[in-house]
């Protein structure tokens, strides 16, 4: 894209952004179509914000390179405004409920979404193997540096789960990454694929009151995130011989000074 292009498409999302604070949400929707002729990978996740605004469908999940976008413009600060800003506590809830189910002891660790690297931190003398997986490549050198990781990659995380890999992990974690999927199907086949029998499948997702969500599976929330029902997770986990150890509601993070409900779940991979 050259420089023109830059400041063509910063003008146009700037002024369909406006739109969209200003409540005009009309105006606003045809202005983020414009952006997205511009931009057709959708760097500035348009399409969650038409479905956020009512304005379009929610998508199967949020553009890559909106998300890849998203986190690696925030890498450098992303431990203290999630954690110190927003709350963000969930990789120290999966480590206490490891401890309180007494599951383990594991050998290999798959973070999944490992951003900069919270959920390895948090188990890190839990598990003695550890690979994250993120598709920031500015988040990864984050965690890089934090030298948390035996093994790290850059990619999106469905797609690495499709790699057909030797070695299988009896500890799969993913905190904060369903937020930025609509669909969850070949999400939670591709960790099925990759878990070890009787693994640990630990993961946290964000919901919404049911009269909001209504018979939808998924839906994009006024944060520009995916919200999940409980009942299309359990089916899911049932579907791709998952057991559900603990699923409990949280509050996954503030938003506005908002508690985002949410939920925490631990299931265990039965090959049968």
């Not at 409540?23 to 606003?28: H, L």
């Not at 760097?43 to 976008?69: C, I």
């Not at 839990?126 to 030298?147: F, R, S």
Request: hydrophobic share 40%; aromatic share 8%; proline share 4%.
């Amino acid at each position: 894209m050259t420089q023109l292009d830059n400041e063509a498409l910063a003008e146009a999302y700037n002024r369909a952004l406006d739109l969209e604070k200003a409540g005009k949400f009309d105006e606003a929707a045809e202005a983020y179509k414009h952006v997205l002729e511009l931009d057709p990978e959708d760097h500035g996740g348009v399409a969650v914000r038409l479905a956020s605004m009512g304005k379009g469908a929610s998508p199967t999940k949020a553009p890559d390179a909106y998300v890849s976008t998203l986190f690696d413009q925030h890498a450098e600060v992303f431990d203290m405004v999630l954690v110190d800003q927003l709350g963000y506590s969930v990789p120290l809830m999966v480590r206490d409920k490891v401890e309180k189910l007494e599951l383990g002891p594991f050998k290999r660790l798959l973070d999944l979404g490992c951003g900069t690297g919270l959920s390895g931190e948090a188990l890190h003398d839990l598990v003695p193997h550890k690979t994250g997986v993120d598709i920031a490549e500015g988040m990864v050198e984050v965690a890089d540096e934090k030298e948390i990781y035996d093994d790290l990659y850059v990619g999106e995380v469905v797609e690495f789960l499709k790699v057909d890999e030797e070695e299988r992990w009896d500890l799969i974690v993913a905190t904060d990454v369903l937020p930025y999927m609509g669909e969850l199907e070949e999400f939670f086949a591709g960790v099925a694929e990759n878990i070890e029998d009787k693994g640990v499948f630990a993961f946290s997702s964000e919901t919404l009151p049911a009269e909001i969500l209504g018979d939808q599976n998924f839906m994009v929330g006024k944060y520009h995130r995916f919200a999940h029902a409980e009942s299309y997770v359990r089916n899911l986990l049932d579907k791709n011989g998952f057991s559900v150890l603990d699923l409990s509601p949280i509050i996954v993070r503030y938003e506005q000074g908002e508690p985002v409900p949410g939920h925490l779940v631990m299931a265990k991979y039965d090959k049968g």
